[in-house]
Antibody
Framework: EVQLVESGGVLVQPGRSMKLSCAAS????????MAWVRQAPTKGLEWVAT????????YYRDSVKGRFTISRDNAKSTLYLQMDSLRSEDTATYYC????????????WGQGVMVTVSS | DVVLTQSPATLSVTPGERISLSCRAS??????LHWYQQKPNESPRLLIK???QSISGIPSRFSGSGSGTDFTLSINGVELEDLSIYYC?????????FGAGTKLELK
């Protein structure tokens, strides 16, 4: 059974940093591109970033480019999202997903982790 | 960015009826259009990929159609467990984008 378990969410002040982790199991992690998708409270879904299987290629939405860094450790089957210079508009539930670069869809999702950016 | 417009925003349904949800793209996305279901307080779940391809474990009452800019998700015989928000998403070009969603509620 595929499992994606996010951790690291918490309340953080604007301008500060936070790192999310996603522990994967039940599939060959190194064979899947991975992604983060977020959802602001009572809002819709928004793609954040995608990383290739090796980690050699990364893709970001413009609003997080230069502030967020997606990475992975295939030996640990873990995905990361380093978030710097956080803004109030980054407040959301962040979902770890398997992200298909070829077709651009997200087939497996974690339970999500809440990140609140507020003073 | 590709804008996806979903309609209606809310649909009131009666169990057993057949319904159709629309998703229109601001430019062609070929068949790189995918559908998700999100139940209250749950993570989204992939329902249909590439506009019409079924997903293992998803009930056969869900089907998708369309290509280019116009897409439809159909539910043949709505059940109470289908009361959720449905999102379309395009994977044709970055940034990947989602529609605002259609909420199914009980009539």
């Amino acid at each position: 059974e595929v499992q994606l378990v996010e951790s690291g969410g918490v309340l953080v002040q604007p301008g500060r940093s936070m790192k999310l982790s996603c522990a994967a199991s039940g599939f060959t992690f190194s064979s899947f591109p991975m992604a983060w998708v977020r959802q602001a409270p009572t809002k819709g879904l928004e793609w954040v970033a995608t990383i290739s299987t090796s980690g050699g290629s990364t893709y970001y939405r413009d609003s997080v480019k230069g502030r967020f860094t997606i990475s992975r450790d295939n030996a640990k089957s873990t995905l990361y999202l380093q978030m710097d210079s956080l803004r109030s508009e980054d407040t959301a539930t962040y979902y770890c997903t398997t992200g298909r670069l070829g077709g651009g869809y997200f087939d497996y999702w974690g339970q999500g982790v809440m990140v609140t950016v507020s003073s | 960015d590709v804008v996806l417009t979903q309609s209606p925003a809310t649909l009131s349904v009666t169990p057993g009826e057949r319904i159709s949800l629309s998703c229109r793209a601001s430019e062609s996305v070929d068949t790189y259009l995918h559908w998700y279901q999100q139940k209250p307080n749950e993570s989204p779940r992939l329902l249909i990929k590439y506009a019409s391809q079924s997903i293992s474990g998803i009930p056969s009452r869900f089907s998708g159609s369309g290509s280019g800019t116009d897409f439809t998700l159909s539910i043949n015989g709505v059940e109470l467990e289908d009361l959720s928000i449905y999102y379309c998403q395009q994977g044709n070009s970055l940034p990947y984008t989602f529609g605002a969603g259609t909420k199914l509620e009980l009539k």
